[in-house]
């Protein structure tokens, strides 16, 4: 991995121009999980004063569907591998510009004031629970090792009558913060370094119930020309960008 890793970093160095290039914007499509952390990586890579970036978040597929019927997007920041390799082989992306930008962790979430005397782990075994919110699995990764994970631990038959599903990870944290699921599956990013209210309660999923979370992004064939794409993908391989990943609680590939 370490290997493939520096050959994508090499591949990216070659993507920057070796002299000074015309302020250019890119439209970057972003898997919904990932929307705060893009944009803490927008502000900063943004500093330059040299390029600009709009971004679009969305579920994983919901995006793939957008770039597949042409919607103008320089780069994708999808919630997966397997979304980026199927839009390479069909030959919608750039060759050679696809790597691992972050590595996400679920948890399990509830918005209701914590008991002292059940965990949320408890809760989840025990079907001690009205219903839980689930990105959609089709759609969205999270979804997707959300559901792995209750498999895991023999909880997907009980779970399936109360699920609640959302297009992507905003729609589940939407119920959970209205009300409308009392648990649901989130990155472990979206509490990552913040001081959680006390009406908030959290566990997270060991990593051996899931598949790895392994985010990848790629150049589409629309950014290929575009400098501000190309920039943005050598800036999120960078020491800089990959601390800020790591703050918003990602890991990142070694």
Do not use: K
Not at 55 to 83: C, E, K, M, N, W
Not at 85 to 108: C, D, H, K, N, P
Request: hydrophobic share 45%; aromatic share 8%; net charge negative.
């Amino acid at each position: 991995m370490r290997t493939v890793w520096r050959a994508g970093l090499l591949a990216l160095a070659c993507l920057v121009p070796a002299g000074p290039a015309l302020a250019e914007q890119a439209l970057v499509a972003v898997a919904a999980n990932f929307t705060e952390t893009a944009r803490a990586l927008q502000a900063r890579f943004e500093q330059s004063g040299e390029h600009t970036l709009i971004l679009t978040s969305g579920s994983t597929g919901r995006l793939y569907a957008q770039i597949r019927h042409g919607a103008p997007f320089d780069v994708f920041l999808a919630a997966d591998t397997a979304t980026p390799q199927r839009l390479e082989a069909e030959g919608s992306t750039v060759a050679g510009t696809r790597f691992t930008y972050a590595i996400g962790r679920i948890a399990l979430w509830s918005a209701g004031r914590p008991d002292p005397d059940e965990t949320l782990e408890t809760r989840l075994r025990q079907g001690d629970y009205r219903n839980i919110a689930i990105a959609n699995p089709a759609l969205a990764p999270y979804g997707a090792a959300g559901r792995a994970a209750l498999e895991a631990m023999d909880l997907w038959p009980q779970a399936q009558d109360r699920l609640v599903t959302g297009e992507s990870i905003a729609a589940v944290q939407a119920m959970l913060a209205t009300g409308n699921a009392d648990l649901g599956f989130v990155p472990v990013a979206q509490f990552a370094g913040s001081h959680l209210p006390d009406a908030v309660q959290y566990w997270e999923i060991p990593t051996d119930l899931y598949p790895p979370i392994r985010q990848d992004i790629v150049l589409t064939v629309h950014g290929e020309n575009n400098a501000a794409a190309r920039a943005w993908l050598a800036f999120l391989a960078s020491a800089p960008a990959q601390d800020i990943i790591r703050a918003h609680g990602y890991g990142v590939a070694e």
